[in-house]
Structures are given as structure tokens and as C-alpha cells.
């Protein structure tokens, strides 16, 4: 299956090997890795042996952890990577996560992409809680949850291995019930 999800300035759709490249580049930024715990990759290839297990699982029939790539609509450009790991389906939870390449910072396209992501996941997927962690030092990405209605639950003491050590989490949820932006543009189901 293929899945396109459109905003009004980008394209998200599955990651495929063609991908490799500008991953191993949005990967190898000091800035997007400084919140990021695979650290940067020593080459090609290990940024291949991460990505090939994702490529693999977009690939089945019932996904349940997505690995998105975020493109402009414009010119066609990578922008980034937006995850979506579906918990037990009793559950009715997904976790997001996402990482832009700096070029794109402070535009607003990480809140653009997460909205309707949180709409795709309720809407198309049925879902009952959208859950995200973040380092307690990446304001940026703390911003962006709390601008598309996620409220902060709590905090996981030391839980991520960053470069600069370990650093706290907070957690973060929006519930199908809250209040959350709405997005008029629908994804396209090949």
C-alpha cells in the first residue's frame, strides 16, 4: 500500500530506499542529533542498516510503525522523517515522533506535519491517544506539541542516552477528545 498524506506545504509519505541519501544527511547533522539518540552515523551503510528495518516494515500489510518522509510540495525536497509506532490495539495509542532537517526550523512545518499527522491517526486510524516524549532541553520541539494540543503528563528521570548524557524526558499525550487543529486536506490510499 502506499499512503500520501498531504499538508498545505508538504508531502508525507513511506520511506523507501531511494531515501537513503538524504536521510544519512538529515542523520549526520550535528544540530537535528543533539536531541537524538542513534547518534550520528559513522557512513552510508550504517544509516542503511538503521533504515532497512523500517523500510521492511512500511512494506507490510498491517504497519504498525510508520516511517514517513516529509517532502515540499514545491520542488520536491526532503525535508525530514515523521514516526508513528502503533501500541497493542486494544490500546487504541500511537507515539509520534519527528525530526526536520534545520533548514526547515522556525517555519512551521514540524507543527504543520504533527496536526495533520494527529488528525491522521485519530480520523484514519482510529486511534484514542497520541503520545510523544521529548528532551527537557529541546524547547523547540516542546513548543510544537504544546501549539497542536498536547498536554504535558509528566517526566521520565534520565531515560534518554543523549551525547551530552542523559537527560530527562517529558511525556506528552493529546486524547481523540481534545481539543486539536483540524486539517481539511486527506491523505490519498493507493
Do not use: C
Not at 523500517?54 to 510503525?65: F, Y
Not at 509520534?96 to 506535519?113: C, D, F, P, Q
Amino acid at each position: 500500500m502506499t499512503i500520501e498524506i498531504l499538508t498545505e506545504r508538504t508531502r508525507v509519505r513511506l520511506i523507501k530506499l531511494s531515501d537513503l541519501n538524504s536521510i544519512h544527511k538529515l542523520h549526520s547533522l550535528p544540530e537535528t542529533d543533539e536531541y537524538n539518540t542513534l547518534g550520528i552515523p559513522k557512513s552510508v551503510e550504517e544509516t542503511k542498516s538503521i533504515i532497512e528495518p523500517w523500510i521492511t516494515e512500511n512494506e507490510k500489510e498491517n504497519i504498525r510503525n510508520y516511517t514517513f518522509a516529509i517532502e515540499s510540495n514545491l520542488n520536491n525536497d526532503f525535508i525530514g522523517l515523521f514516526g508513528l509506532k502503533l501500541g497493542h490495539k486494544k490500546y487504541k495509542r500511537g507515539e509520534v515522533w519527528y525530526k526536520i532537517h534545520s533548514a526547515y526550523w522556525n517555519k512551521g512545518i514540524a507543527t504543520e506535519v504533527l496536526t495533520r499527522m494527529i488528525n491522521y491517526g485519530f480520523d484514519e486510524l482510529n486511534l484514542h491517544r497520541i503520545q510523544a516524549g521529548v528532551a527537557l532541553g529541546n524547547i523547540g520541539s516542546i513548543k510544537v506539541l504544546e501549539k497542536v494540543g498536547f498536554i504535558r503528563e509528566g517526566r521520565g528521570r534520565q531515560i534518554l542516552p543523549l551525547k551530552s548524557g542523559w537527560s530527562d524526558n517529558y511525556e506528552f499525550s493529546i486524547l481523540e477528545t481534545d481539543e486539536r487543529k483540524l486539517s481539511t486536506t486527506k491523505p490519498k490510499l493507493h
